[in-house]
């Protein structure tokens, strides 16, 4: 029966033209505005790293000014300063872990007729490859060694190996960066985690950087610090290394701690670390130390903005409103189909036949409207990502999840919508219809 | 076969209850054509819609074969006018988008037959009314005489008890209304049993019995004489 009432389905749209194609229309504006913007929050607030997000900690703990809280939530710092971040790191406590911070520098191509450019750096540690769980195409990540020994070694972005080395397996070579000669020891496959939930501080949702070399680097080469600095005093001493010893916060750092034994125990750790600096003379405030799973963090960094919560919000009271014209337009058509349909209860169908046939002539209008809706949203992320530029890029593409939301979207608004109109065509008298012939 | 027993139906508004049928009394027998005719506003089609089970009444008892329809669901009364009435109207209520195939296919939808038997009995119930060949044709494509036939095979599809027709010749001129009739008589012939409703005395004279309704009632079996007053009093 179903094939016959998607046939009667089909024929009833063709009767009206005009009027399906206002229902078609009017759902797939509304399933098209709220793709759009349920596109927008589901990348915003997607699991960048669903297999192992709880296992990931970001750490905070509570250097900031004795007067006057960092955050007005009572919060730490959101990054670390150059002491407790290498502190930490020496302290090797957690399974895996990477402090981390954001740089950049001109890169010096070995063809004399490449011109120098610049490029994003990210300086961190050799568990950042496997803690994030980045994919490589060529080498591998830098050793434990190198980090310890401060070696120029480099790992390049796909896009950074494409651009200098035409895309061949370039470990081993060597490249100037920032006037110091590197040599690459491995060659990332595409990676951009979205959120990019390493470092929220730079921008959730910016691309992830062009090379990778090791933290230790920075005080040696002076490596430039970009990203945010935060210092709540000035630093003691003048110049670069003045600034590494300061309270200014500019790192960040993850651990890794595969169970909930391993989190209290760092977190104990880190409790008692802080209270030795406090015997130092740091940390004046009462111990306020974190760590964050990946989605707590990105809860607590406001990932997704309040901005593009009214928007969602307000997409769907959109919705609503398409909805209710297609329940005018769907009572509009069905009476029209009055006299058909006392003619078919005449002849034997019950009112649960004629309810179940229009509720499918309902729901293909809505299947119709959600392969509209998914061409506007297609349109209307185009349209955010024009807005918006770069930043955008990465928020604006439909998944495999994304286009059967859409036509599940579409169906149950369009069976919703056809409820009371179905309903209506269900208390319609035959009698009265074939009399009125 | 069908048996009202002191049947009332009243309709009322916020004004007025106009008594369409009162203490109304009818037997059929199996395989009788029977008419009924009377003057407009005297309950022939309040009747044919409750003999049908379009209309529920307020009093009495209908027996269809000998099954008391009284207190049956809305669900009992779709399936039992699926399998044992068929329905000839006078504007033939064909649906438009549909061709004939289709049309007649509409009953058999219902009764959930195979995709085999329902061709078959299309296809027979066209060649009956002789319009098998016209089978891929839309209904706005025939006359009115050829959609009525229409209406006849589809009625005759479901291989109903009884056909119950309400004007089936009123939009037709006398010759295609002759030959409806003669198509009637053929299917009584075969077994079917027939009530229809007429303005026409000619036809009524047709049939095995004429009942002559007035005022919701009965009044008796129809003289020539009063089907022709029927006549003058409905303007027909």
Same mark, same amino acid.
């Given at each position: 029966m179903i094939s016959y009432y998607m046939k009667l389905a089909l024929l009833s749209l063709k009767r009206n033209p005009l009027l399906s194609g206002l229902m078609v229309l009017a759902i797939g504006l509304g399933v098209g505005a709220c793709m759009t913007i349920i596109t927008v929050n589901y990348l915003m607030s997607a $699991?960048?790293? !669903?297999?192992?997000s709880d296992q990931l900690f970001y750490v905070q703990v509570d250097s900031w000014d004795p007067h006057e809280s960092?955050?007005? =939530?009572?919060?730490? !710092? $959101?990054q670390l300063t150059w002491t407790d971040a290498t502190n930490l790191m020496a302290a090797k406590r957690a399974y895996r872990q990477a402090a981390m911070a954001s740089s950049g520098g001109v890169v010096e191509p070995a063809d004399a007729d490449a011109k120098p450019f610049n490029a994003s750096i990210r300086l961190t540690y050799q568990d950042f490859f496997a803690m994030f769980e980045v994919p490589f195409l060529y080498g591998s990540p830098w050793s434990a060694e190198d980090d310890a020994n401060e070696r120029q070694v480099v790992v390049l972005s796909k896009a950074m190996n494409d651009k200098? /080395?035409?895309?061949?397996?370039?470990?081993g070579q060597t490249l100037r960066i920032t006037g110091n000669l590197f040599t690459v020891a491995g060659v990332l496959d595409h990676w951009q985690p979205v !959120? =990019? /939930?390493? $470092?929220?501080?730079?921008?959730?949702f910016n691309t992830s950087e062009d090379l990778f070399m090791p933290l230790s680097l920075k005080m040696p080469l002076e490596l430039d610090s970009s990203g945010n600095v935060n210092c709540w005093k000035e630093p003691e001493e003048p110049g670069f290394k003045g600034f590494l010893l300061s309270e200014c916060v500019n790192f960040q750092m993850w651990v890794e701690l595969p169970d909930a034994g391993d989190k209290a125990e760092y977190q104990a750790f880190l409790n008692n670390y802080v209270n030795t600096q406090k015997e130092l003379?740091? /940390?004046?405030?009462?111990l306020n130390n974190r760590l964050s799973d990946v989605m707590q963090w990105m809860e607590i960094q406001e990932v997704v903005a309040d901005d593009a919560r009214i928007m969602l919000w307000l997409s769907f009271m959109f919705l609503a409103v398409c909805l209710l014209n297609t329940i005018a337009l769907l009572l509009a058509k069905f009476s029209a189909k009055a006299p058909e349909i006392g003619l078919r209860r005449a002849i034997g169908a019950s009112r649960k036949e004629v309810f179940i046939q229009h509720l499918l002539e309902a729901g293909s209008i809505g299947l119709l409207g959600g392969l509209l809706g998914l061409a506007l949203a297609l349109l209307g992320l185009q349209g955010v990502g024009a807005l918006y530029g770069e930043f955008a890029d990465n928020l604006t593409s439909l998944d495999l999840p994304l286009v059967l939301l859409a036509l599940l979207l579409a169906l149950i608004a369009s069976l919703l919508a056809g409820l009371y109109p179905t309903w209506r065509a269900c208390q319609v008298n035959p009698s009265q219809q074939l009399k009125s012939q | 076969m069908l048996k009202m027993q002191h049947i009332s139906k009243v309709f009322r508004t916020d004004l007025v209850a106009t +008594?369409?049928?009162?203490d109304f009394c009818l037997e059929v027998a199996e395989g009788e054509f029977i008419s009924v005719t009377g003057p407009s506003g005297s309950g022939k089609t309040t009747f044919l819609n409750i003999a049908g089970l379009l209309e529920t009444f307020d009093q009495g008892q209908y027996f269809l074969d000998d099954e008391?329809?009284? +207190?049956?669901s809305d669900n009992a009364r779709s399936r039992l006018r699926n399998e044992k009435i068929g329905f000839i109207f006078q504007s033939f209520?064909? &649906?438009?988008? @549909?061709n004939l195939f289709d049309n007649v296919d509409v009953p058999l939808r219902y009764r959930k037959m195979p995709a085999s038997e329902r061709k078959q009995r299309i296809e027979t119930s066209l060649e009956t009314v002789c319009l098998a060949s016209r089978?891929? +044709? @839309? #209904?706005?494509? @025939?006359s009115g005489g050829q959609q009525q036939r229409v209406a006849i095979a589809r009625a005759l599809a479901g291989q109903p008890r009884f056909l119950l027709a309400d004007e #089936?010749?009123?939009?037709?001129d006398s010759a295609m209304a002759a030959s409806v009739l003669d198509l009637l008589k053929e299917i009584n012939a075969a077994g079917t049993t027939i009530i229809m409703v007429t303005h026409d005395p000619v036809l009524a004279e047709q049939t095995d019995r004429q009942i002559y309704v007035r005022d919701g009632q &009965?009044?008796? &079996?129809?003289s020539t004489g009063q089907l022709a007053e029927a006549r003058l009093v409905s303007g027909a």
């Open positions: $699991d960048p790293i !669903p297999q192992k960092r955050d007005e =939530r009572n919060l730490p !710092p $959101d200098i /080395f035409g895309g061949s397996d370039s470990t !959120p =990019r /939930f390493y $470092d929220l501080t730079t921008g959730a003379g740091r /940390f004046p405030r009462p | +008594h369409a049928l009162r008391d329809i009284s +207190h049956l209520n064909l &649906i438009p988008d @549909l089978s891929k +044709h @839309l #209904p706005s494509q @025939l #089936p010749t009123g939009n037709l &009965i009044s008796n &079996i129809a």
